[in-house]
């Protein structure tokens, strides 16, 4: 009931920036809590990105926090992951996700929170 479309990968430079876009459509967008996943050959997939229903708050893994910002607009049923400062070691297929339950700091970590999935968008960072 929920489509997910990402959009604004591509093949960058460590050090360049990127910015991710997820269209949202079929449910109202407001009552699902979102995020960012990515995978990476060879590695499970880990919670890069969450943002609460309100975009109230915000959580980032170590690896990202400072350098990547999760903003969603609800007028518009927007997800957007802004990375600055790509590293080689960001390669992976990112997807946008969202989640029909509140979340909290531990449970948004896990992937099977989160009830819809988009198809991915590619990107890749070399050095």
């Known amino acids: 009931q929920v489509q997910l479309v990402e959009s604004g990968g591509g093949l960058v430079q460590a050090g360049d920036s990127l910015r991710l876009s997820c269209a949202t459509s079929?449910?109202?967008?407001?009552?699902?809590?979102m995020g960012w996943f990515r995978q990476a050959p060879g590695k499970e997939r880990e919670l890069v990105a969450a943002i609460s229903r309100n975009g109230g708050n915000t959580n980032y893994p170590g690896s990202v926090k400072g350098r990547f910002t999760i903003s969603r607009d609800n007028t518009k049923s927007m997800l957007y992951l802004q990375m600055n400062s790509l590293k080689p070691e960001d390669t992976a297929v990112y997807y946008c996700v969202a989640a029909s339950r509140a979340l909290t700091p531990s449970t948004a970590t896990f992937s099977r929170w989160y009830d819809y999935w988009g198809q991915g968008t590619q990107v890749t960072v070399s050095s």
């Open positions: 079929g449910r109202t967008f407001s009552d699902y809590a």
